[in-house]
Every structure is written in structure tokens, then in C-alpha cells.
């Protein structure tokens, strides 16, 4: 890990100090404008999306119609709901874009998101053992985490979470994967007594049968005889917004050359040397 001396760490820490209070200073209604032009694009996007898949004659058409659903989706995933649930909007005091209240179109359920993503990961970023984000269970990230038979199969395993990535996430998130694939071991939801942790899995099967229900079978029934085209747009649209946000995920967590940390290492760190923790464990990449 990369030590500052402690005038070295306080003079970065008074640095991002200033800089926090420059950003906040400049929020305002450009920020607003900005917030609402993207939740106008997502109902556009769909709008047009739906249209075209259940009322489309030709491929071109059709595929349009499951691109333009796709970019919906994968704006309100990334653009909106991840950082409105990071409270990036809570200063608008709007509650369309408080981080408590909205709910994203993504089969996660937005409390255990919180819990873990902002909660978890984002204080203990890349420690070890400590960041559940370095522990997806069935998946190796690092060369820290000791090899298991099971991670034999995880090229298939990556490529299977890329297409299902926000059931993974989900079943994830809630604590469903780590306490089925990891012995009991699980550092999302950490020592839950057997209730609350079917109560997370209710919660996440709950969410996720909304959005199935929503985009394959009513929307589907609702085309009649077209359902079958219709089935099929969807479960593509939804696909390539997974692949998207995978591939967004896997590239910015997981690059080559990623810094992890034991809990020795972090261990006493002032706020500048968590600032330089969290630079050296994020990843930067071009798409």
C-alpha cells in the first residue's frame, strides 16, 4: 500500500476538502436539468422501444425497437439508479431522486444495494475479507482469495453472469449466492439470523418477479399472437443492457493490475490514505 507521511495524508485530505466544497458549491439547477432530461430520455427510449416491438412488421424495425428498450435500460441502471441511490440527488430534496425511495428497473432490491454497495464496498474498498465486492463466491478476482476445485468453471461462470447479470447481482446483493456456494460464509449480509436472511431472499424474489412479470408475460400477452416476437424482444433488450453493465462492472473493479489490501494495511489509515486506497483499487478503461 502507498504511505504518505502524516503531513503528506493531511495536506491531501485538506485538498479534497477544497475540491468537495467546490463541486458542492456548483450543484444547482444544471444538475436538476440534468436529472430530468435523462429520466425524460428513459420514457422516450421505452416508449418507443415497446412501440416498436409489439407493432414492428420487419426486423430492421423490431430491432430498433429492442435497441432503443436496451439503452433504456441500461440508462436507468447505470446513469440513474446507481447514482441516485448513492444520493447524488438527495440535495434536489425531490423525492423522485432520493436514494431512499427510488426504485430502479434492475432485479435488485434497492435497500440491499445500499447495504452492500454503499455500505460495504465502498468503505472497505478491496480489503480483503472485508469487501464483499472481492468475494463473489463462485468467482476468483484475486490471486489472494485461495483456489477452490470450483473456480475451474469460472469462464463459463463469467459468461453465464454477463447475460443473467442483474439476477446475479440480485441473488448476490441479498446474501442467496454466498450462503448456498460459500458454506455459510458470507460477507454481504454477515451474521443474519436464519429469518432475516429468507427475509433478504423474499425481498429479491419479490423484485425479480416484478420485472419478469412485467417484461415477459404482460407486455407478451398483451401483443396476442405477436407475444412470441414480443417474448423474444424483450428477453434480448434485457440481455444487452446485462452485457453492458457486466462488461461496465468487470472493467472498472477487476483490471489488470489491481491493488488489494490486507485489513493490516488499511488498518489506522487517516482520510487521506483512504483516499489513496480507493484510487489504487479503482480501474480505469477504454471503451
Sequence with gaps: MVRLSKKQAAAFAADLDRLEQDIKGQ????????VLALER??????????LLIHSSLDPVSWGVGVASLAAQKA?????LGHNILHAQYNFLEDPRFRSNTYRWDFAVDEG???????????????????DPDLSFSSIRMHDREPWQPGHGTQPL??????????????????GALD????????????????????????????????????????????????????LLGNVLATVLR?????AVVYCGHFTKGMVVFTPEEAEGESRGEL?????????????
Excluded at 27 to 34: A, N, S, T
Excluded at 242 to 246: L, Q, Y
Design 27 to 34: 450543484l444547482g439547477e444544471d444538475d436538476r436539468d440534468h
Design 41 to 50: 430520455l428513459c420514457l422516450g427510449l421505452e416508449v418507443a422501444g415497446r
Design 75 to 79: 440508462i436507468n441502471t447505470a446513469e
Design 112 to 130: 440491499q444495494w445500499r447495504r452492500e454497495h454503499n455500505g460495504q464496498h465502498h468503505v472497505y474498498t478491496n480489503i480483503v475479507g472485508k
Design 157 to 174: 461462470t463469467i459468461a453465464v453472469s454477463y447475460l443473467i447479470f442483474d439476477y446475479s447481482i440480485g441473488m448476490y446483493v441479498s
Design 179 to 230: 450462503r448456498r456456494l460459500a458454506g455459510g460464509k458470507h460477507l454481504v449480509t454477515g451474521e443474519r439470523t436464519p429469518e432475516e436472511a429468507r427475509q433478504d431472499e423474499r425481498l429479491f424474489l419479490a423484485k425479480a418477479a416484478r420485472l419478469a412479470l412485467k417484461d415477459f408475460v404482460l407486455f407478451p400477452a398483451l401483443g396476442g399472437v405477436m407475444a412470441p416476437k414480443i
Design 242 to 246: 446485462n452485457v453492458f453493465i457486466a
Design 275 to 287: 483516499a489513496v486506497r480507493q484510487i489504487l483499487a479503482s480501474g480505469d478503461f477504454e471503451g
